[in-house]
């Protein structure tokens, strides 16, 4: 079945996680790549970045991480810190706390986030 694009004969046009990374020394940085109901995908680049113990991240929705560039750990409530490299990826349940409990100082770290629901 073609597609609307394909019906209309328009290219959509192709972007790169890679590039144009924003400076995140100071703070994450997140940013959306598509949005539709149920299903949200943001890219996000950190710099030596951790989550503060007393403010844990926590979403209603899962969400499935996937490290593209750089190192990190991450610890989901309930189970031990798990050491990230590019290309390791995992699912964060839905209404789970969860820390990063590192990425890397010298350069960014690049993640690709997936929410569902």
Sequence with gaps: MASKADEKG?????????ADLPDAR??????????????????????????PEDAPFVQV????VLLL??????RIEGSGEV???????LLIPG?????VTRT?????????AIHLG
């Excluded at 328009?10 to 890679?18: D, E, K, Q, R």
């Excluded at 100071?26 to 989550?51: K, M």
């Excluded at 560039?69 to 991450?74: C, E, F, L, M, Q």
């Excluded at 050491?83 to 990826?89: C, I, M």
Aim: proline share 9%.
């Design 10 to 18: 328009v290219v959509p046009p192709v972007a790169n996680l890679f």
């Design 26 to 51: 100071t703070s994450e940085v997140f940013s959306a790549v598509l949005a539709r109901p149920g299903l949200r995908i943001e890219r996000i680049v950190s710099h030596g970045q951790t989550t």
């Design 61 to 64: 929705e899962d969400e499935w």
């Design 83 to 89: 050491a990230l490299k590019p290309g390791d990826h």
């Design 104 to 112: 890397a100082p010298d350069a960014p770290t690049l993640w690709l």
């Design 69 to 74: 560039r750089g190192s990190a750990g991450i």
């Design 95 to 99: 209404g789970k706390r969860h820390w």
